[in-house]
Nanobody, 117 residues
Framework: QVQLVESGGGLVQAGGSLRLSCTAS????????MGWYRQAPGKQRELVAA???????TYADSVKGRFTISRDSAKNKVYLQMNSLKPEDTAVYYC???????????WGQGTLVTVSS
């Protein structure tokens, strides 16, 4: 069984920074991608950033230049450094990992990020 544990959410003022962390544990192997999604109230879940096993990254246009995704492959960890936060970044942020030949997908429980204006 694979488990993702997220941390680092909280309340921050606009313009501030937060760093999210996610650790994958259990029977996880051959990780393909690690990423972060978010879901704001009344909105669909959307991709924020993802990093592939080779290191290539993808970002939502709304966070480019402000957020940085990174990973520690040896520890099965992924991070999301969020700078210049805006109230519209308020959402529950979910860690996502795709692994294995069959591209199994697992989600974290979510961590709330609230940006006050």
């Amino acid at each position: 069984q694979v488990q993702l544990v997220e941390s680092g959410g909280g309340l921050v003022q606009a313009g501030g920074s937060l760093r999210l962390s996610c650790t994958a544990s259990g029977s996880i192997y051959s990780i393909k991608t690690m990423g972060w999604y978010r879901q704001a109230p009344g909105k669909q879940r959307e991709l924020v950033a993802a990093i592939a096993s080779g290191g290539s990254t993808t970002y939502a246009d709304s966070v480019k230049g402000r957020f940085t995704i990174s990973r520690d492959s040896a520890k099965n960890k992924v991070y999301l450094q969020m700078n210049s936060l805006k109230p519209e970044d308020t959402a529950v942020y979910y860690c996502n990992v795709v692994f294995g030949v069959l591209r199994h997908e697992v989600w974290g429980q979510g961590t709330l990020v609230t940006v006050s204006s």
